[in-house]
Nanobody
Framework: QVQLVESGGGLVQAGGSLRLSCAAS????????MGWFRQAPGKEREFVGG????????YYVDSVKGRFTTSRDNAKNTVYLQMDSLKPEDTAVYYC?????????????????WGQGTQVTVSP
């Protein structure tokens, strides 16, 4: 069992930055690939980025490449999402999720555990 708790969301102006954190419970965190997803009102949950269990590999959706960076500290059981050059279209509830799939996957159904989500609002 893994419990995930996100933090760091908030209101920011376009062009600004936020850093999301996702703290995990349990001693097996380092065995999970981690994904970041977001869901805007009226839209489906979408994959934003992910990081392999070791932290060696990262993946991003095209719309955030060059602006978002995910990293992890397995000693602290925490994964991060640094978001720079934020745009109003980045406004959504952001979730972290843990997966034991073979590789980092963009499909939400391949994730076993989810955080409660944190709101990110980017004003024009």
């Amino acid at each position: 069992q893994v419990q995930l708790v996100e933090s760091g969301g908030g209101l920011v102006q376009a062009g600004g930055s936020l850093r999301l954190s996702c703290a995990a419970s349990g001693r097996t965190f380092s065995s999970y690939h981690m994904g970041w997803f977001r869901q805007a009102p009226g839209k489906e949950r979408e994959f934003v980025g992910g990081i392999s269990s070791s932290g060696e590999s990262t993946y991003y959706v095209d719309s955030v490449k060059g602006r978002f960076t995910t990293s992890r500290d397995n000693a602290k059981n925490t994964v991060y999402l640094q978001m720079d050059s934020l745009k109003p279209e980045d406004t959504a509830v952001y979730y972290c999720a843990a997966s034991r799939w073979v590789v980092v996957t963009p499909s939400p159904r391949n994730y076993d555990y989810w955080g409660q989500g944190t709101q990110v609002t980017v004003s024009p």
